[in-house]
Each structure stands twice: as C-alpha cells, then as structure tokens.
C-alpha cells in the first residue's frame, strides 16, 4: 500500500525541515525507534536491538521518484546508523549511513534525519545498520514501486507481492563473537540458525512453531521479494514442485528467466514471480521453501544448516498430516551452478529501460580481494592461522577504518584521515589462484581511490586462494554497476576483455566474486561524495576487506554535493 503524501514544508518531529521536494513524487515519512525487545528463537531468549520493536524490521513502500524521510532515534547502549543499501544516493551522500564512512554513528538518546530520493530504481532494496555486527538483527525490506501509472514491464501483474527476508540467528549476542574473534585473530563463531523473515522454520530444534508460512491461492502470480541480510552466507533457495522466474535484481529489470533455485548473496535481492498450482491430483501437500549456504569456505567456517519456510495451499489441514514435499538444492560448494546461475542475468536493454554501460574506460583497476593475516601483537597468544591473526585485504590493504567520518573530512577539506593512494593494481603481482604466497600478511591503512566527476571506470576484482579459495560479494555504495564480465582461474588483460558483455549486462550493487575466479564491473562515476566498497560477508568487512572512492563535484551546481544537514552526527 502505498503511505499518504505529505507536504515539503512540515514541522516535523518538532523541527522546522525545509525538504527539497521531488518535481513528481510524493514525500515519505517513516520514524525508526532503534529498541532492545526480547526474542525468542530456539528456546533461547535474547534481548536485541530492533526498530519499532520488530524483528525483522518495519517496510519502506514507496515509488520511483518519491522522497524519503527517515527519522532514527538510538536508545540502545550500541552506537547505530542506518544504510539504505543499493539507494543511489544522488548528492546525499549524507543519508548513505556508513559509520566513519559517510557520517559519525548516530550515540544513545541521539536522533539523525536520513532524507533521500528514489532516483531511476524500482524493486526491492533493503535497510540495515551499518556499525560493526548490529546488523545481525537491525534489517527490514524498501519495496520501491514503479511511477504512479507505469505498468511493470512483464505481462504478469501479480495478485499478491511478499517480501521474503533471509536472516541469521545467533543465540549469543553478535557484538561480544565479532569482540572477541578480533581480540583473538580466530574465526567468529557461526550463527545457529538461519531464518526465513525473522522465523527459523520446523527444521531447527524447538522452531516448529516459529515458521513462516506463504498462505496462496491456486492459479494466482505472486512477487515474492527476495532479500539476503544474512551477516556471512551466500544462499540458494527453492521451492518444493515450483518454478521461478526471475525478473528483477538489486532493483534493476532482467530479461525474465525460469529456474527452480535462486542463488542471492548477502546484499542481493532479487524479485522472481511465482504461479500457485498445486500438484495434479495431489492438492493437499505441504510444500517446502528451503534455503541453505553456498558455502565455499573451509568446513567449519560457515553455518551448514538449512532454513524451511511453507508454501501453504488453502484451505489446508494440519502440517503433520498432509505428504511433505522438500525441493533439491545444489551441493555447498557447487561453483559451477554459481557461475551459470550468474551468467544467465541480463539487462533488459530496452529503450524505456536502457543498459548505459561505459564503452569506453577512463580508469581501470585490478583489484586482488582475499583473506590474509596481521602478526599476532607481542606479549599475546592467537588463535589464526599458524598463531596469527586472520585479517582481509584488497591489493594487499587492510582497511582502517578512521575516528572522522571520511566524508566529512573530505567536505571539509581536513588532513590526515585518509590518503589518496590506495594502489591501482597490486604492488606485488602473484599467481592469485595458484599457490598462495609464502608470506600472507598484510599492509594497513586508510587508503582512498578518487575520481573526477562522470569518469568511467573498470574494476577487475580477482579473486585469491590465500587461506583457501572463497567467493566474495562485493558491494559498492552509491552506484549501480554493469557486470560486463567473469571467469575462473586468473583474468588475461589480453584476451578476457574480448568476451565482455557491452550489450545487456545485469546491473547491480552487489556481485559475487566467483571463488577461484573473478569478475569485471563498469560504472560512471556520477555521484559526487566518498563511497565505501565492502564485502558484504560482515566477517569479512570486520577484517578489512574494504576500501572508499572518493568523487570530486562536477562543475555544474546539480553535480555537486549537497550540504551536510545540522543534525549530522558528530565523532
């Protein structure tokens, strides 16, 4: 359902705001208490952060070209921010939410206004915090619908749209695992369960009443928005006796395509639509949504389990009574299904919904992401490999994250936060998919890419075997980006680049790169401000695998950043 439209000139929460109307929206306002609630999932109780007390959070709804305007108040001892991932954030960057990235983090009994338009997106995105692990349970779907009066570009219209959010559950509090595995240089300790919109379904111990339940009619088309905020694990997902067709992803129109399973790593979504048929002769059965890890990780390293939702024919009897019927999922590593499953995503390429890839490149960048190591400090035992601290980099550059938000400092024009000169290529070039290097450890810093403004940029990002070979997905804020290319083993600068895509490749915010492989992403550089890079396996971005490009204004006044708003929160 749509919310009312409300006035550009509001007193609002007590403060006069004068809002830069959108020329054909509406304006949306929606208010984020950020609270502790008790919850209970496997028959344990944890008081957890939450927004208006629910879990997962409360729905953004809004349209193409609206306006939004988000009221967050923390009354939790955590520091919060608030990151609406994959908005564009055109010149405000201010409401991107990024601790230390975009903003300082929003303290107890502070409030911050996030106020942002939807431009050129209609979807599903999310919202998450975006402080160390809060967002383990801070998380909740922004459904974007088209303009006012513009059909979706499918034949079906669907009678029903359900967003389905996969979580992780931990048991124990996520603050005190991450703490202490970066204290120790161990791995964190995995989540218990996986849920499926906060309800970790009939397969987990003591959940058999905790489990959702996608109540349809027979011979109606349903959208089930899917979202993947779970904090470290990619996911396929399926449902028993159905076929999905997959139609949107990360808020981008695809060239439809029919699939029993749907990979989505953390920080993707994907819209697919559904036809509820039950089974011929056999209409009474109770069908199973599974969705478990895409693991490529050592064992031990991720959460193995398996999360099950319903899909729940009425009228129906009792669950236990009816025939149960489960679908097939990939086995944890199937790389090649990954690799299909992504080479089948295409842009439509229409001339209402166009593919503006970069045909040429201004800047180009190879990127080595991986894992690595830091020397465990004097005087201190550690648990990492061969007693050393686990660590992540990106050309060999652990991230520090700095005290002053990067944005400001570049605003304002202060020293000594960042430095321009995160490489380009790796300093010391190796074998990335072969036999890692003897030496493992890493360099740190607060290092920063910056571009004029419209530059067209290519990114290589190659993946390394360093402490095994794993997927990576790379999330970039403020942009979407054309995934032009990908392949296994090491990227040939003399012949991959051959087989790019240029015609309709998928656009998104998020992209899996292949474990043992890599992938090539293109982009304009049209959003004046600093915008963060990050794997999007929270452990990961916990380690360092991050860094910030850094957009300079352009020269006319609608390609520069806007102001900082008073409110902003200070360090």
Known sequence: MDAPPCLALLLFFGTLLVLPQSSHGA??????????????????????????????????????????????????KDNVTIHWHGVR??????????????????????????????TGQR?????????????????????????????????????????????????????????QALKTGAGPNISDAFTINGLPGPLYNCSSKDTFK????????????????????????????????????????????HTD????????????????????????????MLARPYGTGQPGTFDNTTVAAVLEYAPQGHI??????????????????????????????TPDYPANVPRGVDRSFFFAVGLGTNPCPANQTCQGPNGSMFTASMNNVSFDMPT??????????????????????PLEPFNYTGTPPNNTNVSNGTKVVVLQYNTSVEVVLQATSILGAESHPLHLHG?????????????????DPAKFNLVDPVQRNTVGVPAGGWVAIRFFADNPGVWFMHCHLEVHTSWGLKMAWVVNDGPLPEQKLMPPPADLPKC
């Open 320 to 349: 236990k009574s009816l025939p149960l019927f489960r679908p097939s999922l990939p086995a944890l590593n199937d790389t090649a299904f990954a690799a299909n499953y992504s080479a089948r995503l295409r842009s439509l390429a």
């Open 479 to 495: 942009f979407d980006f054309f995934v032009v290319g990908q392949g296994f083993g090491n990227y040939d600068p003399s012949k």
């Open 404 to 425: 002053t938000a990067l944005l400001q400092a570049h605003y304002g024009n202060i020293a000594g936060v960042y430095t321009a000169d995160f490489p380009a290529a």
């Open 123 to 179: 979807g599903t995105l999310f919202w998450h915090a975006h402080v160390s692990w809060m967002r383990a349970t801070l998380y909740g779907p922004i459904v974007i619908l088209p303009k006012r009066g513009v059909p979706y570009p499918f034949p079906v219209k669907p009678y029903k749209e359900v967003p389905i959010i996969f979580g992780e559950w931990f048991n124990a509090d996520p603050e005190a695992i991450i703490a």
């Open 27 to 76: 304006t949306r306002y929606y208010t984020f208490n950020v609270t502790m609630q008790n919850v209970t999932r496997l028959c344990t109780t944890r008081a957890i952060p939450t927004v208006n007390g629910k879990f997962p959070g409360p729905k953004i709804v809004t349209r193409e070209g609206d306006q939004v305007v988000v009221k967050v108040v923390n009354n939790v």
């Open 89 to 118: 954030q055109l010149r405000t960057g201010w409401s991107d939410g990024p601790a230390y990235v975009t903003q300082c983090p929003i303290r107890t009994g502070q409030s911050y206004v996030y106020n942002f338009t939807i």
């Open 214 to 257: 996608l109540k349809v009619q027979p011979g109606k088309w349903y959208m089930l928005r899917l979202i993947n905020a779970a904090l470290n694990e990619e996911l396929f997902f399926s449902i028993a006796n159905h076929t999905l067709t997959v139609v949107d992803v990360d808020a981008a129109y695809v060239k439809p395509f």
């Open 261 to 288: 399973i749907v990979l989505i790593t953390p920080g993707q979504t994907t819209n697919v639509l559904l036809r509820a048929e039950p089974d011929a002769g056999c209409p009474a059965v109770t069908h199973l």
